[in-house]
């Protein structure tokens, strides 16, 4: 048997899966499980209310100093946040298992886009060191693409949204990047440099960057156990400063920050719930 006919067969068998995996992504439509969809929609909609009780307690603790209206304000936030958190904790091991769901998707999809270096000119610099000017380019490699689309079609389902269904802005990100996933086989010629995205590689990338903003304060709140124990400590804080006015604010009450966009995005690696094991204690 001929070796270099062997490599051809196992080419063309590949490029073959390849055509049929896109065409599929084009013609169906491909997401999360219905139960992951349902999950992921109660954690982000969870996420944003903390977002938003955060966001009010960072603004009335931003001078250390709280009006008695704030003090009732704070106090009445920190008890939402604990309803709220404690739901959350109550299905943490599910909240996880979808999450890192979804980063796998996410990760499939930062990888089909490479970008790369390449050098467009070399000028001499002092004592006559190369000095070369580098430029950024955007290339589809045929097999990443490929090992992307395998993983995507065996850990997504194939299934009709209803009209009707709530779903996540995750995974309404999801279902527009499974399409454009599939546009790029025919659109994209694999393994060459373009130094411009094209249409369908800006929709990938843009997509990229809306699936990132949307999972990290999701995974931040889920790695950080839900901030459980600074928001009772907050608590905690907050009715001490109650019978000690001379108490600082920033010493009682350490919990500013915690449920915020603004502070850039961390590493998005998985979930792990090794370490510790979550309390699902009564109290708040």
């Known amino acids: 048997m001929n070796p270099s006919n062997d490599i051809s067969e196992n080419f063309k068998e590949k490029r073959q899966r390849k055509e049929e995996i896109a065409k599929s992504f084009l013609e169906e439509t491909y997401s999360i499980s219905k139960s992951d969809s349902a999950i992921i929609k109660t954690v982000e909609d969870a996420v944003l209310e903390c977002l938003n009780y955060g966001w009010e307690i960072d603004s009335m603790l931003e001078d250390d100093k709280i009006s008695p209206y704030e003090f009732d304000q704070i106090s009445s936030h920190l008890e939402k946040l604990g309803t709220v958190t404690k739901k959350l904790e109550e299905n943490d091991e599910d909240n996880y298992k979808a999450v890192n769901k979804i980063l796998m998707i996410y990760d499939c999809l930062r990888e089909i886009i490479s970008e ?160 510790k094991t979550v309390d699902n204690e009564n109290s708040d």
Not at 211 to 225: F, M, Q, S, V
Request: hydrophobic share 40%.
């Open 116 to 275: 790369v270096q390449y050098t467009v000119d070399v000028k001499l610099g002092l004592g006559n060191m190369p000095l070369p000017k580098n430029e950024k380019g955007y290339v589809v490699e045929e097999e990443t693409y490929l090992s992307n689309l395998e993983y995507l079609i065996e850990n997504l389902e194939q299934r009709k949204i209803d009209s009707e269904e709530q779903i996540s802005k995750l995974e309404r990100e999801i279902l527009k990047a499974i399409k454009t996933i599939g546009m790029i086989d025919k659109e994209i010629t694999m393994n060459v440099l373009y130094i411009r995205p094209t249409f369908y590689m800006k929709e990938i990338i843009d997509s990229v960057e809306v699936l990132r903003a949307a999972i990290e304060p999701i995974h931040t709140l889920i790695k950080g156990y839900y901030f459980r124990e600074e928001i009772k400590s907050a608590k905690i804080g907050i009715s001490l400063m109650s019978e000690d006015k001379s108490l600082n604010v920033g010493d009682a009450i350490k919990i500013r920050g915690l449920f915020s966009r603004v502070k850039g995005l961390g590493s998005l690696e998985k979930l792990s719930r090794t370490l």
